[in-house]
T-cell receptor
Framework: SQQGEEDPQALSIQEGENATMNCSYKTSINNLQWYRQNSGRGLVHLILIRSNEREKHSGRLRVTLDTSKKSSSLLITASRAADTASYFCATDSNQAGTALIFGKGTTLSVSS | DSGVTQTPKHLITATGQRVTLRCSPRSGDLSVYWYQQSLDQGLQFLIQYYNGEERAKGNILERFSAQQFPDLHSELNLSSLELGDSALYFC?????????????FGQGTRLTVV
């Protein structure tokens, strides 16, 4: 079962624009992670934010976490064509023990 | 390169057959996770092993089984294959069993059942 749900499912923007993706989850978490997947390839870790953190930055990435709303957002600033990929949020889950549970992802398309 | 190696990269087999997917985790990582990715179901967690022991179980079918060997590599066995088992199967590894660290994913095995 999915723990996180990303929104929107698909996003198309121009190079230089910012891209915002949202993730909502159902149960309490210890941390939330964002991953990126280029078409048909393995997932690559982007950023981890702990439940006691509200915001985290990594290069052009900014992640926020609102545990009261059970939601997180990933902002990519000044998007590039190379940012075209699917982005997934992942949370731990009491049901699955110590495994990461992924949402269905947001497909981002950045055109030049 | 994540350091996680999965073999084979592609596999085509017939319904009813059995296949074995192999995963070598990053050097030093004790935890191995298996995921199935299909268009309709997204990325589904199957099973986790930590230092040779099963640690967590997700949506793994009874026809599927896995194990982790003393050298920490893992195998996922899929039997009585059905068309619906066609998917990308990913292995991921992490240093510890908990989730306060990132997971490193292999490039996946694309399984096609015909």
């Amino acid at each position: 079962s999915q723990q996180g749900e990303e929104d929107p499912q698909a996003l198309s923007i121009q190079e230089g624009e910012n891209a915002t993706m949202n993730c909502s989850y159902k149960t309490s978490i210890n941390n939330l992670q964002w991953y990126r997947q280029n078409s048909g390839r393995g997932l690559v870790h982007l950023i981890l934010i702990r439940s006691n953190e509200r915001e985290k930055h990594s290069g052009r990435l900014r992640v926020t976490l609102d545990t009261s709303k059970k939601s997180s957002s990933l902002l990519i600033t000044a998007s590039r064509a190379a940012d075209t990929a699917s982005y997934f949020c992942a949370t731990d889950s009491n049901q699955a023990g110590t495994a990461l549970i992924f949402g269905k992802g947001t497909t981002l398309s950045v055109s030049s | 390169d994540s350091g996680v190696t999965q073999t084979p990269k592609h596999l085509i087999t017939a319904t009813g057959q059995r296949v074995t997917l192999r995963c070598s985790p990053r050097s030093g990582d004790l935890s191995v996770y298996w995921y199935q990715q299909s268009l309709d179901q997204g990325l589904q967690f199957l099973i986790q092993y930590y230092n040779g022991e099963e640690r967590a179980k997700g949506n793994i079918l009874e026809r599927f089984s896995a194990q982790q060997f003393p050298d920490l590599h893992s195998e996922l066995n899929l039997s009585s294959l059905e068309l619906g088992d066609s998917a990308l199967y990913f292995c991921a590894s992490s240093p510890i069993a908990g989730l306060n660290t990132e997971a490193f994913f292999g490039q996946g095995t694309r399984l096609t059942v015909v």
